[in-house]
């Protein structure tokens, strides 16, 4: 037991009870979403989370993120909530940080013990439409927040029990997809209502003070946990790093920087400083993220996953949740009002994953050279891709879906092959999507020779072929169609995004590009970087490779120095060729090669320049 913990004054027993409770809430409020919801972004996808927090606002449950609470709170007096209450938001700048963009709809529902709030269950999730200029509400070309949807700052979406139906009215009125939304927030509402009630209970059974104390002990062992065994391998000084989005919709593609400078010091109180000075202005487009909002307390919860990767062993890692114990372990600064993560109303924020994903490399980046190497490379983010059109019935459709890629190459092990970074969130199962969409899937696989070479492997893409049965319109809101996953420590780049109709190649951002009956959509997901040099990896894991699908028998002569006899099926590896090609590939080697490399994406937008200024080894 921890000395947060003996000082506290709960009994260890009951942490573990309350702490096993907390977690089996969770679990039982999102799979209530997911049995009852309607929309495939919500039934199928699973784009949504559900998040428990004490009555200090408090995020207790570390299995997933959510958003937060401030903002309810905020508008509506503690004091003056009552049994039966569900809140509901969804606007971007009112939300505290805890919302990026307009699709995001959250409900919140008080849980109440002897007539008093005593902590709150949370969901939100990624909703089919909420209006806006286009179907799906994620406009790739907007230049307000106005054109983006439905705004809604904190309300009583029900009143002790009672559903605000003018509200429900008006939410339906401007979604296109009204019957999954109203199904949709129905089964968010009842899930959350039921969470609290099993919450509830267990304040009947041990009492407040008791149930308290271990809430103070759980999140305190998160401190002391994550203070010991992940901050402590952090050499301390100033670190430095940035990295990129590579268009925003509206000007041409070029370089929009996220810079952390992190700064280290075991003695602090806060041992982690990370400064965003230096991020660049906020952007046309929609790809900003209002970050800067309750001390950033939304975001040091979104980074701090990262920190696990510091953990002892993989094992280890997996073990270690995140909830509020984190928040006094980092001090953030924000630049002025007006960057892409301090954007000024009404700056869009739809595509606002291309930041705030894009930072979770970032800190992986810095804390990569600050460890010598100790992070994964970077891994996959988050795109949506999908087709709107009629039915053959006249009825309008959306199919939207948030495809995974490849995660970065480790320093114990390859990256994972089409992994989705929202957890638990997956691909829309095929045999769904054809019997509810006019399209046959003809191809799902692995995107060959996408993962960046490394002595660890960065994992594969997905390669999606959809064939239309009738004329629709594509839509794209993806990042890493210029740029690639980087690789770290002389391991090389992934592949980038791709789509292409019938050959023609599409833009990251689309909205509506026609694609005519018969025509096949080719999409190929982001492949993650690569970790250490291709040329040290093992010739017989390259040799699995090529007989798993994964590389070429191209991509092993070319990127791993490796030649290869035999079949495909039976590939064997010619020693004295590859001892010679290696040698070939060693010899091409500059002396001075950065610590990342950003694949040849990065010179089209640098104007030239191979790498940036921030990617040697310290």
């Known amino acids: 037991m921890s000395a947060e913990q003996s000082t506290s004054g709960a009994d260890p027993v009951l942490v573990e009870i309350v702490e096993g409770t907390l977690s089996s809430v969770e679990r039982e409020v999102e799979t209530a979403i997911a049995r009852t919801a309607r929309s495939p972004m919500i039934r199928d996808a699973h784009d949504f989370r559900a998040g428990i927090h004490d009555v200090r606002l408090r995020k207790l449950t570390g299995r997933s993120y959510s958003a937060l609470v401030q903002p309810v709170v905020r508008d509506f007096p503690v004091a003056e909530m009552n049994p039966g209450d569900v809140f509901f938001h969804n606007d971007v700048y009112l939300s505290e940080g805890g919302i990026g963009h307009l699709p995001d709809l959250c ?65 339906t009125r401007n979604s296109r997809m009204p019957d999954s939304l109203a199904g949709d927030l129905d089964a968010e509402c009842s899930a959350c209502l039921m969470g609290a009630r099993r919450l509830g209970e267990l304040f009947d059974r041990y009492g407040r003070e008791a149930v308290e104390a271990c809430f103070d002990a759980i999140i305190a062992k998160t401190t002391e946990t994550f203070r010991r065994e992940l901050l402590a391998r952090i050499p301390e000084g100033v670190h430095v790093w940035e990295d990129y989005a590579e268009h925003d919709g509206v000007d041409e593609p070029r370089l929009h920087a996220q810079r952390i400078t992190l700064t280290v010091d075991h003695t602090a109180p806060a041992p982690l400083v990370i400064d965003f000075t230096g991020t660049s202005p906020q952007a046309k487009g929609p790809i900003n993220h209002a970050g800067d909002y309750a001390d950033g307390v939304f975001l040091k919860k979104w980074l701090a996953p990262i920190l696990r990767n510091l953990a002892e062993t993989p094992e280890r890692m997996a073990e270690l949740d995140v909830n509020e114990g984190v928040v006094p372990l980092i001090e953030m600064r924000f630049p002025q009002k007006g960057t892409l993560l301090t954007p000024i109303f009404p700056a869009p924020t739809n595509a606002r994953t291309f930041v705030i994903l894009r930072l979770l ?97 960065g994992g594969l893409g997905y390669d999606k072929h959809l064939r239309m049965l009738r004329d629709a319109s594509f839509m794209s809101i993806a990042d890493r169609s210029i740029l690639s996953c980087w690789g770290v420590n002389g391991g090389r780049a992934g592949k980038p995004f791709v789509v292409e109709i019938e050959g ?46 994964k590389v070429s028998a191209e991509g092993a002569r070319d990127d791993y120095g490796v030649v290869l006899y035999g079949s495909g099926d039976e590939p064997h590896v010619d020693d004295e060729a590859t001892a010679l090609r290696r040698a070939e590939l060693r010899a091409l080697l500059p002396a001075d090669a950065p610590f990342f490399d950003r694949g040849p994406g990065f010179p089209t937008l640098s104007g030239g320049l191979p790498h940036a200024e921030v990617d040697f080894a310290e």
């Open 504 to 549: 023609r190649p599409m833009e990251g951002l689309v909205d509506d590009s026609p694609v005519r009956a018969g025509e096949v959509i080719r999409v190929r997901t982001t492949g993650g970087g690569g970790w250490g040099s291709p040329l040290e990896r093992d010739p017989a894991l390259v040799a699995a490779d090529v007989r798993d699908g």
């Open 361 to 457: 490399g970032v800190l992986a980046g810095v804390l990569a050279k600050a460890t010598g190497g100790r992070m994964p490379a970077d891994q996959e983010t988050i795109r949506y891709t999908g087709v709107h059109g009629v039915d053959a019935d006249g009825t309008p459709y959306l199919m939207r879906e948030v495809l995974g890629g490849g995660s970065g190459g480790r320093w114990y092990a390859d990256g994972e092959d089409t992994i989705h970074v929202v957890p638990d969130s997956r691909n829309i199962p095929v045999e769904f999507a054809e019997s509810r969409w006019p399209f046959r899937v003809e191809r799902l696989g692995l995107a060959r020779d996408s993962g960046g070479p490394g002595l660890y492997r």
């Open 107 to 171: 409900v919140t529902v008080p849980v109440f013990h002897d007539g008093a709030v005593v902590a709150f269950v949370q969901a939100f999730g990624h909703h089919d439409d909420i209006g806006g200029a286009v179907p799906g509400s994620m406009p790739s070309h907007a230049r307000s927040v106005f054109e983006e949807g439905l705004m809604v700052p904190p309300i009583k979406l029900w009143d002790r029990g009672v559903p605000n139906r003018a509200a429900l009215t008006i939410m």
